[in-house]
Every structure is written in structure tokens, then in C-alpha cells.
């Protein structure tokens, strides 16, 4: 299993043998959804929780208006001037998409020096670009003493998302990014931004993500096509009843009258949504509860509807659900975060867990011929400085 600390020592000392100066460092954590998979661009509810993997930021002021980066990951370098920032498909749009935002809002900002690093997965589906947009902004807010509150940072950081990385994401990932709060889940409400800390104290329980290693691209994936989909839901709708806004003020019958007849695609996919908002509400009642297994059974549930109803799963997760479905020791699990590929989020009794990866790990590679990655994550805190 992986979990090593990242150690931010070595992006100090490699920031100044890039830069020769002395930086600021930020991290912005990665995120898990418990349930609530596709709701947050629908005006709906979710329940995600920053984790323990994050990207790291170092970064110092510069005398011009040049802005010099180094991704330590990728061993690449990046220099442009302040006044001539586009996006180039490449890590550098996360960095530049929230530089890009600050400058169109007026900020005063001016050139700066930029390390980016991180123990987060990339392409997992943990949110790596969202940490990365988050610490970048928050390096910035502070170095320029832009007075930013978290929640325009969060609102910044997706529209870079929207603008430089071309996925019309909603505001899950970034607002976890900034507002987790160590063994806490947050229950968000996606349309009001109002938000409830929900302790993630699982008895016995262990939260486990199986990366399937089939890498996603959400640009490249169909995942603004569901997006547009749901609004088409939504516009059918709205024709009848002008004062609906999104799919969470739809109701089944209003789908079934308006929608059904023009299209069961469509129809098939609002459903999904309609479904997840009330199983979000009914499974934050079991957490508060402590009723885990009453909560895993509406994971199982939810799998079904991405994989069949959404069509956001792909083969490989579909059996790592279904693999777990017959272990009594897990009791739940479903794929996790945008989709086509990434991981599966498990609920595992704690005394379960080794035995139950070295089973799944050997049966999955001979399923798939694919390595199984396997993260026993915790509950962390949102964006900050390091001290
Ligand atoms: C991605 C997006 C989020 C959200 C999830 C699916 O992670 O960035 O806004 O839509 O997919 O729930």
C-alpha cells in the first residue's frame, strides 16, 4: 500500500537550485467522494472529504513580469511572460488558468518563480488538477497579499478549470480542496454553497481506494457531454415550467412528462441525477446514524447508476465493484469522482483490509492484466501554508 510523507525539504532545496531563492510553500489536498457522483453541476448535493495526498506549491516573487515554473514531476520548465498566458494542454494550464483569472478580476499581481510537486495521483480521479489550482492560487493570494476569501479562491479555481483545462467541472473539487477539514466529510449544497462538517468516524472502518489504472482525461472523456445533457433535461423542462433552473428543482414526474418522449437517453441520465440527490440526503442520515452498512448498500446503488444509467464507469471498475460486492468485509463501494477510469472508493472492515488487497490484487490482474494500486487514505485538512 503507499502512503509515504511527502517531503517538502526536498521542493525547498530544489526550488532554490532552480531559482536561487528562498520560497513559500503551500499544499492543497486531493479529495474523496463518499457518495453524491455527478450531482454538483446539477445544482445538487454531494459528500466529499480532502485526503492525505496533495500538491505542493513553492514559490517566491520576481523583480520582472516574467512567471518561471518547474514541475518537479514531470522534470519540465515553463517561462512566459505575465501579459501572454494561453493554455498549451499541459500541467502548466493549472498554474496559468488561476494566474489567468487573477488578471482578468485586476489583481495586482507580477512576476513569480513556481515549484509545483505533490504526492497526489495523477489522473486517479483524486482531484489533482483542482489541489493544484487551489495551492497556486492560494501561493498567490498570499505572496501578493490579494485579500482573497476561500470561497472566490474556490470559485477562481474552477472557472480556470472551465477556461484553461476545458472541462466544465462543477465546484466539488475545488471547494474540498480548500474546505476539508481533518476527519470530516462535507456535506455540500452545490446551489446554495451552504456546507456541514460530518464526522467520518466509521468504527473499525477503514476508507481504501483501488486504482484501477486506467488513466482519465475528463477533457477528453465524455464528461461535458453528460454535463450538456442534463441541461438539455433541464431546458425541455423549462419550456413547461419556466422557474426551474437545473435538475434539482425537476421532479420525476416533470421528467417523465416532458423528457421521456423526447429522448430515453436523456432521460435515462437526469434520472441517474434525481436518484443521487435523495440517496446523498437518506445517506448522510446513516452516517450521522452510524448505520455503515445501511450507507454502503446506497454505494453499491450508486455504482449501478453510473455504470448503467450515467455510463461514466468503464469495465475495469465495474469489476472491481462487483469483485467486492461478494465480500462480506466490504460494505460498500463504488467508483469514484468523474469517471472512465480512476478509482474505487471501498469501505473496509479494518481487520479485513491486507488479506482482502492481496485477494482483489492477483484476481485483478489476472482479470485485466492491470496492476492494482491500492491507498488506505485519511481524512486531511484543506489548502494552507506550510509553516
Ligand atoms: C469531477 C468534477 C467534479 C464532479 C465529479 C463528479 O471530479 O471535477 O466537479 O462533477 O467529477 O461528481
Redesign the pocket.
Known amino acids: 500500500m503507499l502512503s509515504d510523507k511527502y517531503d517538502t525539504g526536498l521542493l525547498k532545496k530544489k526550488f532554490s537550485a532552480y531559482f536561487g531563492a528562498e520560497p513559500l510553500l503551500f499544499r492543497s489536498p486531493g479529495r474523496i467522494?463518499i457518495i453524491g457522483?455527478?450531482?454538483?453541476?446539477n445544482d445538487g448535493f454531494?459528500l466529499p472529504a480532502a485526503i492525505d495526498k496533495s500538491a505542493y506549491v513553492a514559490i517566491s516573487k520576481r523583480e520582472d513580469d516574467n512567471i518561471h515554473l518547474a514541475s518537479i514531476a514531470f522534470n519540465e520548465t515553463y517561462t512566459g511572460k505575465i501579459t501572454e498566458l494561453r493554455p498549451l494542454k499541459s500541467w502548466t494550464d493549472y498554474v496559468l488558468g488561476v494566474t489567468d483569472q487573477l488578471l482578468k478580476r485586476g489583481m495586482a499581481i507580477g512576476g513569480f518563480n513556481l515549484a509545483l510537486d505533490g504526492d497526489i495521483i495523477i489522473g486517479a480521479?483524486l482531484?489533482s488538477s483542482?489541489a493544484v489550482e487551489c495551492a497556486v492560487l492560494y501561493a498567490l493570494n498570499e505572496l501578493f497579499a490579494l485579500g482573497l476569501s476561500k470561497m472566490e479562491m474556490v470559485k477562481m479555481a474552477q472557472a480556470a478549470e472551465h477556461t484553461f483545462a476545458g472541462?466544465k467541472?462543477?465546484?466539488?473539487?475545488q471547494f474540498t480542496s480548500v474546505f476539508g477539514k481533518a476527519g470530516h466529510g462535507v456535506q455540500l449544497d452545490c446551489r446554495s454553497l451552504a456546507y456541514e462538517y460530518v464526522p467520518l468516524s466509521m468504527e473499525g472502518i477503514k476508507i481504501v481506494l483501488f486504482n484501477s489504472n486506467v488513466s482519465h482525461s475528463?477533457a477528453s472523456s465524455g464528461?461535458n457531454t453528460r454535463r450538456q445533457q442534463c441541461e438539455q433535461g433541464v431546458a425541455w423542462v423549462r419550456k413547461h415550467i419556466p422557474e426551474v433552473r437545473s435538475l434539482r428543482d425537476v421532479s420525476q414526474e416533470m421528467l417523465r412528462q416532458y423528457v421521456l418522449p423526447k429522448d430515453a437517453l436523456i432521460y435515462k441520465r437526469c434520472q441517474y441525477v434525481l436518484e443521487e440527490n435523495l440517496r446523498l440526503l437518506a445517506a448522510c442520515e446513516d452516517l450521522k446514524k452510524g448505520d455503515i452498512a445501511a450507507l454502503g448498500q446506497k454505494m453499491f446503488r450508486t455504482h449501478e447508476g453510473l455504470s448503467r444509467e450515467y455510463e461514466v464507469s468503464c469495465s475495469e471498475l465495474d469489476w472491481l465493484v462487483q469483485y467486492v460486492r461478494n465480500e462480506k468485509e466490504v460494505l460498500g463501494a463504488r467508483m469514484m469522482?468523474?469517471g472512465f477510469g480512476g478509482c474505487s472508493i471501498n469501505l473496509v472492515k479494518e481487520n479485513a483490509v491486507d488479506a482482502l488487497v492481496e485477494k482483489v490484487s492477483a484476481q485483478y490482474r489476472q482479470a485485466t492484466g492491470l496492476t492494482l494500486d491500492v491507498y488506505a487514505v485519511q481524512i486531511a485538512d484543506g489548502t494552507g501554508k506550510i509553516a
Not at 457522483?37 to 453541476?41: L, N, Q
Not at 467541472?169 to 473539487?173: E, K, L, P, R
Open positions: 467522494n457522483e455527478h450531482t454538483d453541476y454531494v480521479g482531484s483542482a472541462v467541472c462543477g465546484i466539488m473539487d475528463l464528461y469522482g468523474g
